[in-house]
């Protein structure tokens, strides 16, 4: 597509269910990486996928959070259990190489745990 | 950890006017990246430059480098009412599979 696509745009879950947040990024891009971003802060890193595999994973903040990038294009971040403090927005971007080349984000799927 | 680091947290200037913002980071860099994001949305890449670059130029915005004090400055010259947004910049280390990573940002308010 033409842009970084992400869906649901908004999503409301009780407090204990699961979620899954998708991303699309541009086509042809092998960078996919997913941010978390509380309002007033910047956005926090949470994982990274060059093609297929996850590279760098550090920014997960527990064992609750999973992603995974099947066929090295769409993108699924899966939370379980969800808790309050994990509201916030999610972001995706994807890059061409992931070195050499600025981000483009989609607009991202706002979390709201009640 | 979030390693940029903007100042000033808000600013507010007249449309037309100048704005100034800065960024200073800790450990050395592969490139430096400034983004916006208007309220409630995606952020938007505005400019890369390479740590061996010290200074680049996209329309109206005019980014510098320097690598011996671990600093950036963005200005957005003749700004408009339009460019109210938050500004970020972020830092790429050297490695093959290093990541951004964003400081708080910059509130910019440009009155009409």
């Known amino acids: 597509g033409a842009g970084v696509s992400q869906t649901p745009s908004n999503k409301v879950t009780e407090k204990g269910k699961y979620v899954e947040l998708r991303c699309d990024p541009i086509s042809g891009h092998t960078a996919l990486y997913w941010y978390r971003q509380s309002l007033g802060q910047g956005p926090e890193f949470l994982i990274y996928f060059q093609g297929t595999g996850a590279a760098d994973d550090s920014g997960l903040p527990n064992d609750r959070f999973f992603a995974v990038r099947p066929e090295g294009s769409v993108s699924t971040l899966k939370i379980q259990r969800t808790e309050r403090g994990d509201s916030a927005m999610y972001l995706c971007?994807?890059?061409?190489?992931?070195?050499?080349?600025?981000?483009?984000f989609g607009s991202g799927t706002r979390l709201t745990v009640v | 950890s979030q390693q940029g680091e903007e100042d000033p947290q808000a600013l507010s200037i007249q449309e037309g006017e100048n704005a100034t913002m800065n960024c200073s980071y800790k450990t050395s860099i592969n490139n430096l990246q400034w983004y916006r994001q208007n309220s409630g949305r995606g952020l938007v890449h505005l400019i890369l430059?390479?740590?061996?670059?010290r200074e680049k130029h996209s329309g109206r915005l005019r980014v510098t480098l320097d690598t011996s004090k671990k600093s950036s400055s963005l200005l957005i010259t003749a700004s408009r009412a339009a460019d109210t947004a938050s500004y970020f910049c972020?830092?790429?280390?050297?490695?093959?599979?290093?990541?951004?990573?964003f400081g708080k940002g910059i509130t910019l308010s440009v009155r009409p």
């Open positions: 430059i390479r740590s061996n670059e």
């Open positions: 971007a994807s890059s061409p190489d992931g070195n050499n080349y600025g981000y483009t």
């Open positions: 972020a830092v790429r280390s050297f490695g093959a599979n290093s990541k951004l990573t």
